[in-house]
């Protein structure tokens, strides 16, 4: 079975543009989540879809969104992009069929650096 | 709220011998807790879980972990170390609808 797949796997910017990423959970899962990690604060959770609906949304500004599509692929977009968006984002798929029980797998990440 | 403390940033062990890596955690209900591993420009790799049952959980490349609900622990452990397990461990119990991570452990096995 497939692992993951984010793309693309690295992206340059330059401030105030805006950036969209994608990603391709393991077939069969239908929950994606997205984290961002830095070095200075670590692993972030962005936000979670499920059946296309966001389900938790975690601390970050409103330029973060996104969406699900109905074959479980997501995309993250983040507008007006700023010095301190540049990080690993990763992406994470599981199944989701009851609370945490399930594993979540990560993908390989996207390296965003905003100029 | 859920939490998790990695007390150490980084630990250094001799290859062949044991190793631990530690983790506390702070949950509401029953504790599903996770460990993953992250290698140089990678993305996070599963180890291992504990969701319930034997406190003892064994997961990929030899790792095991031991579950003790008294200390709210969750200790990473390895009976014998290779240069090949140096990378960036995080574990992370299952919060409310996400996983919260720790800051990660580096860990660093010499030759």
């Known amino acids: 079975k497939a692992g993951v797949t984010q793309t693309p796997r690295y992206l340059i910017k330059t401030r105030g543009q805006q950036v969209t990423l994608s990603c391709s959970p393991i077939s069969g899962h239908r929950s994606v989540s997205w984290y961002q990690q830095t070095p200075g604060q670590g692993l972030q959770f962005l936000f979670e879809?499920?059946?296309?609906?966001?389900?938790n949304k975690g601390n970050f500004p409103g330029r973060f969104s996104g969406r699900q599509f109905s074959n479980s692929r997501s995309e993250m977009n983040v507008s007006t992009l700023e010095l301190g968006d540049s990080a690993l984002y990763l992406c994470?798929?599981?199944?989701?069929?009851?609370?945490?029980?399930?594993?979540?797998?990560f993908g390989p990440g996207t390296r965003l650096t905003v100029l | 709220a859920q939490s998790v403390a990695q007390p150490e940033d980084q630990v250094n062990v001799a290859e062949g011998n044991p190793l631990t890596v530690k983790c506390t955690y702070s949950?509401?209900?029953?504790?599903?807790l996770f460990w993953y591993v992250q290698y140089p420009n990678r993305g996070l790799q599963f180890l291992l879980k504990?969701?319930?049952?034997?406190?003892l959980v064994k997961g990929s490349y030899g790792f095991e972990a031991e579950f003790n609900k008294s200390q709210t622990s969750f200790h990473l452990k390895k009976p014998s170390a290779l240069v090949s397990d140096s990378a960036l461990y995080f574990c992370?119990?299952?919060?409310?609808?996400?996983?919260?991570f720790g800051t990660g452990t580096r860990l660093l096995v010499s030759p």
């Open positions: 949950v509401s209900g029953n504790p599903y």
């Open positions: 992370a119990p299952a919060g409310f609808q996400k996983l919260v």
């Open positions: 879809y499920f059946s296309e609906t966001q389900r």
């Open positions: 994470a798929s599981r199944l989701a069929r009851t609370g945490w029980t399930d594993t979540q797998y």
């Open positions: 504990y969701i319930t049952g034997d406190n």
